[in-house]
């Protein structure tokens, strides 16, 4: 050994990890052993196969069977046969099984985490260090939650089948993330990781065996987006998870649209990194090192838009380039790389045609002036400046190690920018000052915010996004739940009406005796308007005789609602006490016109009985989620880091959308109302059509009641043309449907934003508020760490 | 690579250079814990991290019961810190390897300048008070103004809690200024004892304070004090190092000390300079590890690289 040379040089020298073992493991599974159906491998007669290549060296590692839909019905079969054994166990059976595969997944730790940095081209630090201690983490944390479930969620059973696809940025942590709440709610299990990834999920595989799974209870199919799609779309499935793109995401939502099916989406991210003047400026550059160039950047949350107050933007950009300076990108079993391989070929091609468009579009690149190795798909990290919000490096994700940096110059201004985009999966916030830092983290819309951190994942703490991101959570309570199924909020269906006629046109049908000309009008912005066509439509007695005419609203309308419930953003800012007290007053004001109220429901047919019961539950209802408003609190969790408040806010989804039917007129509109508004959300109601009368009357006392104008909007006409507009407007964020019927239209809709949809009759028993008031909030994680 | 530069000239207190500057702990210590694990020396390179660690060496001794029997034997350790058969198989005869100084008392100088002669080893003293640094000012300054007299070529100094806790940087500035005046040619090392200092803010701008008062080192810890030389208070002195010498084209050196005890201690911490400052940073008239027992565990690790066994302490000259 020359150690004078070395002396000289300083140089780290080459220090691999070792592969041999995961080598020797590939070696005798080259062509694979099959899909795990019930606890054993089966080859697929009519399957195709895809060459899974190391991404580091152009190596094929293996070759991985494409599934068929024989397969994947197999898979499907198996996870359903497994259930009853799987629910069986109980409680404390469940835990151990999940306990063993955390045990089993430390225990093979190593292997483990050189095969991921095989496999994907992930640094051997991250896989080591980051993915696999992580992994075994979530299985540990929902170890717990299989023993206790049934007492922290009396009444709530799995869904059933779960179908899980998962990408290749974090094959094995996600499939964690996947199968641990999964099996911990008392689900089985079909698995499909990316066809680019697919190692980890293999020896998964085998861990089951080795830890005792019980047949069937965990299935893994391999394959590329047509098994996906195959898969999700199985008539056999319960609930699909994805976590993946937001194309993807969106393909998904339609597939399933009308299904009945749970869904979770995890999607694709611009997350904003707001570097305030104030921050600790090393720790932000550190931060960027955590998020961008992490994983090559091939992160969902990570900070891709860097945001810096101005005055400090050159000295932070120049700290940047320093940093860049020091990173070593190469070998990622080389124990001193920092930035691997990019997953394949298609992915650095991607990266390569958006930062090339960047370039021509006049931003400049400020790259690391490192060598890159000869072979394996590798790009340089770095950072991007002098791109405005409208270039498509600004808005587009590039998942590569490329950031885009921008100034502003006000707090304001940051959270304008932050959230001047269709996503919103996560924010970092670095101020060292607690006034600015939780005022941004407040009003930044992402899933997950880190105040003076970044990429901070425990399994106690929800993770999860916010518009174009998807919906659900993964990780702690709110995960939990995403796995199960919401007791049914339908009550059995009431006697058949008649149809409600909409044309707007005169139908001849004689009035009603008592029939006093009343003029009907639209609610919004806080005053009754005119439909924009100028169209009415009858509303009868139920028996064919009309009673009244009821305005017709369009889908301009819908326009015109949805832009005064996007203006009345003061009803968020309210104090829920605020809100509280607004809505007690209208619950008192329907209190004293109680007899009216039930006219107007009897006048359309409802008998009086009913009609009384009716107004009286709604009422209650109003009173009820009034009371609430100030008692939708998050929560603080146990997290794995030190020093650490990781805590939930509940917030409001924004603008809401309610599309009510004709079964519990009143109840079930004021039920919905009520826990929307008391969460804080602005809300377009579309009332039970048959009901314009009741509706009519509400105006006048929601007028009357100190409700600010545009937060709440109410919508006659017929719910099978407004329920599609709201769901496919982009400013509604999301909506809850009563009729099962509009489900398919709605859900097809709504996949253009990706907004939740709640379907199901709005119940007023305080058990429905109380499930009412969960659902109409999303669950915000803030992550702040403090240290003197 | 140790080409000789400007010594600090120091300058007037400029509290804008630190005012500022807030240091986030939690951050600084999620680096921290990325030190050791983001890079990695082994075999040949390990072996030669090893060697450059021993010439990082401020060979120590700081104990009551201090003789001078203790310091010869300490300082025939610092000439030859490596057994010659160690030495031979690495290929390194030529290097002359010794520690980069030794360590003492006033009143063990003369003892230890006695002991180096000729082997160009530096003597370095602590004085004004060490460790508390307690003592009326006209005191410490004739304390080293003592030890220049003896021989010491280094000075370290430890600064004033009291100042940097009620933020009295004025005083501090001016007390480590006279002390740089008393030291003449010697150069002087400031130690801040960071972990009597509440605050990694408080680190920085204490860091800050002395360079500009005109130290040649900063260092961190007595290694009396319950907490010693931390890679989260490292990394913030180093950043005040590092923006010392963008604002004065400066050269500061580190010396970490107390609590560095392991051969991977030795390697994690020349990492990180080499990550946060650069190889010039890693040379030993920029760079010093303030250790005593350090230098056993190295020995049996180099032994280890040489032989393919592990070592026994007893199998190496004690200190």
């Given at each position: 050994?020359?150690?004078?040379?070395?002396?000289?040089?300083?140089?780290?020298?080459?220090?691999?990890?070792?592969?041999?073992?995961?080598?020797?493991?590939?070696?005798?599974?080259?062509?694979?052993?099959?899909?795990?159906?019930?606890?054993?491998?089966?080859?697929?007669?009519?399957?195709?196969?895809?060459?899974?290549?190391?991404?580091?060296?152009?190596?094929?590692?293996?070759?991985?069977?494409?599934?068929?839909?024989?397969?994947?019905?197999?898979?499907?079969?198996?996870?359903?046969?497994?259930?009853?054994?799987?629910?069986?166990?109980?409680?404390?059976?469940?835990?151990?099984?999940?306990?063993?595969?955390?045990?089993?997944?430390?225990?093979?730790?190593?292997?483990?985490?050189?095969?991921?940095?095989?496999?994907?081209?992930?640094?051997?630090?991250?896989?080591?260090?980051?993915?696999?201690?992580?992994?075994?983490?979530?299985?540990?944390?929902?170890?717990?939650?299989?023993?206790?479930?049934?007492?922290?969620?009396?009444?709530?059973?799995?869904?059933?089948?779960?179908?899980?696809?998962?990408?290749?940025?974090?094959?094995?942590?996600?499939?964690?993330?996947?199968?641990?709440?999964?099996?911990?709610?008392?689900?089985?299990?079909?698995?499909?990781?990316?066809?680019?990834?697919?190692?980890?999920?293999?020896?998964?595989?085998?861990?089951?065996?080795?830890?005792?799974?019980?047949?069937?209870?965990?299935?893994?199919?391999?394959?590329?987006?047509?098994?996906?799609?195959?898969?999700?779309?199985?008539?056999?499935?319960?609930?699909?998870?994805?976590?993946?793109?937001?194309?993807?995401?969106?393909?998904?939502?339609?597939?399933?649209?009308?299904?009945?099916?749970?869904?979770?989406?995890?999607?694709?991210?611009?997350?904003?990194?707001?570097?305030?003047?104030?921050?600790?400026?090393?720790?932000?550059?550190?931060?960027?090192?955590?998020?961008?160039?992490?994983?090559?950047?091939?992160?969902?949350?990570?900070?891709?838009?860097?945001?810096?107050?101005?005055?400090?933007?050159?000295?932070?950009?120049?700290?940047?380039?320093?940093?860049?300076?020091?990173?070593?990108?190469?070998?990622?079993?080389?124990?001193?790389?920092?930035?691997?391989?990019?997953?394949?070929?298609?992915?650095?091609?991607?990266?390569?045609?958006?930062?090339?468009?960047?370039?021509?579009?006049?931003?400049?690149?400020?790259?690391?002036?490192?060598?890159?190795?000869?072979?394996?798909?590798?790009?340089?990290?770095?950072?991007?400046?002098?791109?405005?919000?409208?270039?498509?490096?600004?808005?587009?994700?590039?998942?590569?190690?490329?950031?885009?940096?921008?100034?502003?110059?006000?707090?304001?201004?940051?959270?304008?920018?932050?959230?001047?985009?269709?996503?919103?999966?996560?924010?970092?916030?670095?101020?060292?000052?607690?006034?600015?830092?939780?005022?941004?983290?407040?009003?930044?819309?992402?899933?997950?915010?880190?105040?003076?951190?970044?990429?901070?994942?425990?399994?106690?703490?929800?993770?999860?996004?916010?518009?174009?991101?998807?919906?659900?959570?993964?990780?702690?309570?709110?995960?939990?739940?995403?796995?199960?199924?919401?007791?049914?909020?339908?009550?059995?269906?009431?006697?058949?009406?008649?149809?409600?006629?909409?044309?707007?046109?005169?139908?001849?049908?004689?009035?009603?005796?008592?029939?006093?000309?009343?003029?009907?009008?639209?609610?919004?912005?806080?005053?009754?308007?005119?439909?924009?066509?100028?169209?009415?439509?009858?509303?009868?007695?139920?028996?064919?005789?009309?009673?009244?005419?009821?305005?017709?609203?369009?889908?301009?309308?819908?326009?015109?609602?949805?832009?005064?419930?996007?203006k009345a953003a003061g009803w968020a800012r309210m104090p829920a006490a605020g809100r509280a007290q607004v809505l007690y007053f209208l619950a008192e004001n329907m209190d004293q016109r109680r007899a009216d109220l039930a006219v107007s429901l009897t006048r359309a047919g409802l008998a009086e009985d009913a009609a009384d019961r009716e107004v009286g539950a709604a009422v209650d209802a109003l009173i009820f989620a009034a009371g609430m408003a100030d008692?939708?609190?998050?929560?603080?969790?146990?997290?794995?880091?030190?020093?650490?408040?990781?805590?939930?806010?509940?917030?409001?989804?924004?603008?809401?959308?309610?599309?009510?039917?004709?079964?519990?007129?009143?109840?079930?509109?004021?039920?919905?109302?009520?826990?929307?508004?008391?969460?804080?959300?602005?809300?377009?109601?579309?009332?039970?059509?048959?009901?314009?009368?009741?509706?009519?009357?509400?105006?006048?006392?929601?007028?009357?009641?100190?409700?600010?104008?545009?937060?709440?909007?109410?919508?006659?006409?017929?719910?099978?043309?407004?329920?599609?507009?709201?769901?496919?407007?982009?400013?509604?964020?999301?909506?809850?449907?009563?009729?099962?019927?509009?489900?398919?239209?709605?859900?097809?809709?709504?996949?253009?934003?990706?907004?939740?949809?709640?379907?199901?009759?709005?119940?007023?028993?305080?058990?429905?508020?109380?499930?009412?008031?969960?659902?109409?909030?999303?669950?915000?994680?803030?992550?702040?760490?403090?240290?003197? | 690579?140790?080409?000789?530069?400007?010594?600090?000239?120091?300058?007037?207190?400029?509290?804008?250079?630190?005012?500022?500057?807030?240091?986030?702990?939690?951050?600084?210590?999620?680096?921290?814990?990325?030190?050791?694990?983001?890079?990695?020396?082994?075999?040949?390179?390990?072996?030669?991290?090893?060697?450059?660690?021993?010439?990082?060496?401020?060979?120590?001794?700081?104990?009551?019961?201090?003789?001078?029997?203790?310091?010869?034997?300490?300082?025939?350790?610092?000439?030859?810190?490596?057994?010659?058969?160690?030495?031979?198989?690495?290929?390194?005869?030529?290097?002359?390897?010794?520690?980069?100084?030794?360590?003492?008392?006033?009143?063990?100088?003369?003892?230890?300048?006695?002991?180096?002669?000729?082997?160009?080893?530096?003597?370095?003293?602590?004085?004004?008070?060490?460790?508390?640094?307690?003592?009326?000012?006209?005191?410490?300054?004739?304390?080293?103004?003592?030890?220049?007299?003896?021989?010491?070529?280094?000075?370290?100094?430890?600064?004033?809690?009291?100042?940097?806790?009620?933020?009295?940087?004025?005083?501090?500035?001016?007390?480590?200024?006279?002390?740089?005046?008393?030291?003449?040619?010697?150069?002087?090392?400031?130690?801040?004892?960071?972990?009597?200092?509440?605050?990694?803010?408080?680190?920085?701008?204490?860091?800050?304070?002395?360079?500009?008062?005109?130290?040649?080192?900063?260092?961190?810890?007595?290694?009396?004090?319950?907490?010693?030389?931390?890679?989260?208070?490292?990394?913030?002195?180093?950043?005040?190092?590092?923006?010392?010498?963008?604002?004065?084209?400066?050269?500061?050196?580190?010396?970490?000390?107390?609590?560095?005890?392991?051969?991977?201690?030795?390697?994690?911490?020349?990492?990180?300079?080499?990550?946060?400052?650069?190889?010039?940073?890693?040379?030993?008239?920029?760079?010093?590890?303030?250790?005593?027992?350090?230098?056993?565990?190295?020995?049996?690790?180099?032994?280890?690289?040489?032989?393919?066994?592990?070592?026994?302490?007893?199998?190496?000259?004690?200190?």
């Amino acid at each position: 050994m020359d150690i004078t040379e070395i002396l000289t040089t300083m140089e780290y020298g080459p220090n691999p990890e070792s592969a041999d073992d995961a080598l020797a493991w590939l070696k005798d599974r080259q062509d694979w052993p099959g899909h795990f159906i019930a606890g054993a491998f089966h080859a697929d007669p009519q399957e195709t196969a895809m060459k899974v290549e190391n991404p580091a060296t152009h190596a094929v590692l293996a070759t991985m069977p494409v599934a068929s839909a024989a397969t994947v019905d197999a898979a499907v079969a198996a996870a359903r046969a497994a259930l009853p054994g799987w629910r069986g166990l109980g409680p404390q059976g469940r835990a151990r099984v999940l306990y063993a595969l955390a045990r089993h997944l430390q225990k093979r730790a190593r292997f483990l985490a050189v095969l991921e940095t095989l496999d994907n081209g992930k640094p051997i630090r991250e896989s080591r260090d980051i993915d696999v201690p992580l992994a075994a983490r979530h299985f540990y944390h929902h170890a717990g939650w299989a023993a206790a479930a049934e007492v922290e969620f009396p009444g709530r059973a799995g869904w059933g089948v779960c179908a899980q696809v998962i990408p290749w940025n974090f094959p094995l942590l996600m499939l964690s993330w996947k199968i641990a709440p999964a099996l911990a709610a008392g689900n089985t299990v079909v698995l499909k990781p990316a066809e680019q990834t697919p190692l980890t999920a293999l020896a998964f595989a085998e861990i089951c065996r080795e830890a005792g799974v019980p047949d069937g209870a965990v299935n893994i199919v391999f394959g590329a987006g047509d098994t996906g799609a195959t898969l999700v779309a199985h008539k056999g499935v319960d609930k699909v998870a994805f976590t993946g793109s937001t194309e993807v995401g969106r393909a998904i939502r339609r597939s399933l649209a009308g299904s009945g099916k749970g869904l979770t989406l995890e999607l694709g991210g611009k997350s904003p990194f707001i570097v305030c003047a104030d921050a600790d400026l090393e720790a932000a550059v550190e931060g960027v090192v955590d998020g961008i160039w992490f994983n090559g950047g091939q992160v969902c949350c990570a900070g891709s838009r860097l945001l810096v107050q101005e005055g400090i933007a050159e000295r932070f950009y120049a700290r940047l380039r320093d940093r860049l300076a020091r990173l070593r990108i190469g070998d990622p079993l080389h124990k001193s790389t920092d930035i691997g391989a990019i997953v394949s070929g298609d992915q650095l091609a991607r990266i390569r045609r958006l930062v090339a468009e960047g370039q021509a579009q006049g931003g400049t690149l400020h790259a690391a002036d490192a060598a890159l190795p000869e072979t394996g798909h590798y790009h340089l990290p770095g950072f991007f400046t002098g791109a405005e919000p409208a270039s498509t490096v600004a808005r587009e994700e590039i998942f590569g190690p490329v950031a885009v940096a921008m100034t502003f110059r006000t707090p304001d201004e940051a959270v304008a920018l932050a959230n001047n985009t269709a996503y919103g999966l996560a924010a970092s916030v670095w101020s060292e000052n607690i006034n600015t830092a939780l005022d941004l983290a407040a009003r930044v819309r992402a899933g997950v915010v880190w105040v003076n951190g970044t990429n901070l994942f425990d399994a106690a703490a929800p993770f999860g996004g916010m518009k174009e991101s998807g919906f659900g959570r993964e990780g702690g309570r709110a995960g939990l739940e995403a796995y199960l199924h919401p007791l049914a909020d339908d009550p059995a269906p009431g006697p058949a009406t008649e149809p409600v006629d909409f044309s707007t046109a005169p139908q001849g049908a004689g009035p009603a005796a008592e029939a006093v000309d009343r003029t009907l009008k639209l609610y919004v912005g806080g005053k009754q308007v005119r439909p924009d066509g100028g169209g009415s439509y009858a509303v009868t007695d139920g028996t064919g005789r009309s009673v009244a005419l009821a305005a017709r609203a369009n889908r301009k309308d819908v326009r015109n609602a949805v832009e005064a419930a996007v203006k009345a953003a003061g009803w968020a800012r309210m104090p829920a006490a605020g809100r509280a007290q607004v809505l007690y007053f209208l619950a008192e004001n329907m209190d004293q016109r109680r007899a009216d109220l039930a006219v107007s429901l009897t006048r359309a047919g409802l008998a009086e009985d009913a009609a009384d019961r009716e107004v009286g539950a709604a009422v209650d209802a109003l009173i009820f989620a009034a009371g609430m408003a100030d008692k939708l609190d998050g929560g603080l969790h146990s997290v794995g880091q030190p020093r650490m408040v990781a805590m939930t806010m509940r917030e409001p989804w924004g603008v809401a959308g309610l599309v009510c039917d004709d079964r519990a007129p009143l109840s079930a509109l004021i039920a919905g109302v009520g826990a929307l508004l008391a969460a804080g959300n602005r809300v377009v109601a579309v009332p039970s059509a048959r009901h314009a009368l009741v509706a009519g009357d509400l105006m006048q006392l929601i007028a009357t009641s100190d409700v600010p104008g545009g937060a709440l909007n109410l919508l006659t006409g017929d719910p099978a043309e407004l329920a599609p507009v709201l769901a496919a407007h982009d400013e509604v964020d999301a909506l809850w449907l009563a009729d099962p019927a509009l489900r398919a239209a709605v859900e097809t809709a709504a996949a253009g934003n990706l907004k939740p949809v709640m379907a199901g009759l709005p119940r007023s028993d305080p058990a429905g508020l109380a499930r009412l008031l969960q659902g109409a909030t999303q669950v915000k994680t803030i992550w702040v760490p403090y240290g003197a | 690579m140790s080409e000789s530069f400007p010594r600090n000239p120091g300058m007037a207190l400029d509290e804008s250079w630190f005012d500022g500057v807030q240091v986030n702990r939690s951050a600084a210590e999620r680096r921290a814990d990325q030190i050791g694990t983001r890079r990695g020396v082994k075999k040949a390179h390990q072996a030669a991290w090893l060697v450059h660690a021993i010439r990082c060496i401020d060979l120590t001794t700081l104990a009551g019961d201090d003789t001078p029997g203790r310091v010869r034997r300490l300082c025939a350790k610092a000439r030859q810190p490596l057994r010659p058969d160690l030495v031979e198989a690495l290929g390194i005869a030529d290097l002359g390897l010794t520690t980069a100084a030794v360590c003492v008392y006033p009143t063990m100088v003369p003892h230890a300048v006695a002991a180096l002669e000729g082997s160009g080893i530096p003597v370095a003293s602590v004085a004004t008070g060490f460790p508390a640094g307690l003592m009326p000012l006209p005191l410490r300054l004739a304390e080293i103004r003592y030890a220049v007299e003896e021989g010491a070529a280094e000075i370290d100094i430890v600064i004033t809690r009291e100042y940097a806790l009620t933020g009295q940087w004025s005083r501090l500035h001016d007390e480590i200024a006279a002390m740089r005046e008393a030291c003449e040619a010697a150069h002087l090392k400031a130690i801040l004892a960071t972990g009597e200092l509440g605050t990694l803010t408080n680190v920085y701008a204490a860091s800050m304070v002395a360079m500009q008062a005109g130290a040649d080192f900063i260092k961190t810890s007595t290694g009396k004090e319950t907490v010693n030389a931390t890679l989260p208070v490292a990394l913030t002195m180093i950043r005040a190092i590092r923006d010392y010498q963008d604002r004065t084209s400066t050269l500061i050196g580190y010396k970490p000390a107390g609590g560095l005890r392991s051969a991977r201690d030795a390697t994690v911490w020349l990492s990180l300079m080499r990550e946060e400052l650069g190889l010039r940073h890693m040379q030993p008239d920029l760079f010093r590890i303030g250790a005593s027992s350090m230098l056993g565990d190295i020995e049996r690790q180099i032994e280890h690289a040489v032989t393919g066994r592990y070592a026994a302490l007893s199998h190496h000259a004690a200190a």
